[in-house]
Each structure stands twice: as structure tokens, then as C-alpha cells.
Nanobody, 114 residues
Framework: VQLVESGGGLVQPGGSLRLSCAAS????????MRWYRQAPGKERELVAAISSAGGSTNYADSVKGRFTISRDNAKNTVYLQMNSLKPEDTAVYYCNVVVRVNHWGQGTQVTVSS
């Protein structure tokens, strides 16, 4: 299993970013995919999850209405569209899948600052 995140960066408050996670090594279309984040000095927290076919999504209360998780099973990729970003969204964002055990990408840094 390999997960490779991209799309992070520095953005001003109120801005947007789109994260991508390219997956390989497993049958992508059969698994729930998740995005987590970890801010400095804090525990890793679940941000969003999407069902295998993409028909069901869940979000942390802190990002509801601002973030959208989606997936393209033809491209083995899951996305996280982040709008109306706030400084408290600053964190390393990780893609996750449970294939017998937890698998994580290397993470992508998102910094929201003026």
C-alpha cells in the first residue's frame, strides 16, 4: 500500500487549497478513505471520510461546510477541497486507509497565515 499526498502550501486566511492523495497497492475502489491532520503539539484528528463508492461522507464538526472530500476511483485518488481556511486549520494533513492495518502517507503541510 502506498499513499502519496500533494497540494499543501501556504495560504492566507479565507483562501482555498485542494489536497490530493494518490493511492496504489490495493483495490482502491473497495475501501473507505480518510483524511487526518495533526497540528504541532496536538493529537492526530480525523478530518473527513468517504465511502468506497463515494456516496457517503463524514466530516469533523470543525470543518463542516468548508471542506469537501471526494474521490475518483478511476484515478485511484482521493481529494480534500478546503475553502474558507482558518489559521487553526494549519497542520500536516495525512491520507489514510485501513487495509488489514492502518496505512498513512507522508503528509503534506498546510499553513494558513497572513
Amino acid at each position: 500500500v502506498q499513499l502519496v499526498e500533494s497540494g499543501g502550501g501556504l495560504v492566507q486566511p479565507g483562501g482555498s487549497l485542494r489536497l490530493s492523495c494518490a493511492a496504489s497497492g490495493f483495490t482502491f475502489s473497495s475501501y473507505v478513505m480518510r483524511w487526518y491532520r495533526q497540528a504541532p503539539g496536538k493529537e492526530r484528528e480525523l478530518v473527513a471520510a468517504i465511502s468506497s463508492a463515494g456516496g457517503s461522507t463524514n466530516y469533523a464538526d470543525s470543518v463542516k461546510g468548508r471542506f469537501t472530500i471526494s474521490r475518483d476511483n478511476a484515478k485511484n485518488t482521493v481529494y480534500l477541497q478546503m475553502n474558507s481556511l482558518k489559521p487553526e486549520d494549519t497542520a500536516v494533513y495525512y491520507c489514510n486507509v485501513v487495509v488489514r492495518v492502518n496505512h498513512w502517507g507522508q503528509g503534506t503541510q498546510v499553513t494558513v497565515s497572513s
